[in-house]
């Protein structure tokens, strides 16, 4: 059974950074699409940034340069490392998978099989 738990949401000021973690099991990395999704107060959730061994890690552009996604396969867990923090970035913050490995990007566009529960991240100005 797939599980994913998030941790390492809370409220951060604009200019700081966070960094978000999402302890799995049930599966093994090398064989998911791995990802990370944000929905904001009255909009659809959207892809922020995802990875797949086929096709390395895609990140939606208004986080590229500021957000960086890593996984360690020893402890299970993939994270989110967030910096320069800003009110846009406010969010509930969802860690996902899926056993499908296709072109990384459309994944993240269409969404992935397998959620947690996810975090709430609020940046202050």
């Known amino acids: 059974e797939v599980q994913l738990v998030e941790s390492g949401g809370g409220l951060v000021q604009a200019g700081g950074s966070l960094r978000l973690s999402c302890a799995a099991s049930?599966?093994?990395?090398?064989?998911?699409?791995i990802g990370w999704f944000r929905q904001a107060p009255g909009k659809e959730r959207k892809g922020v940034s995802c990875?797949?061994?086929?096709?390395?890690?895609y990140y939606e552009d208004s986080v590229k340069g500021r957000f960086t996604m890593s996984r360690d396969n020893a402890k299970n867990t993939f994270y989110l490392q967030m910096s320069s923090l800003k009110p846009e970035d406010t969010a509930v913050y969802y860690c996902?998978?899926?056993?499908?490995?296709?072109?990384?990007?459309?994944?993240?566009?269409?969404?992935?099989?397998?959620w947690g529960q996810g975090t709430q991240v609020t940046v202050d100005s």
């Open positions: 990875m797949s061994s086929r096709d390395g890690t």
């Open positions: 996902a998978a899926d056993p499908a490995v296709r072109f990384v990007q459309n994944m993240c566009a269409t969404g992935l099989d397998y």
């Open positions: 049930g599966f093994t990395f090398d064989d998911y699409t």
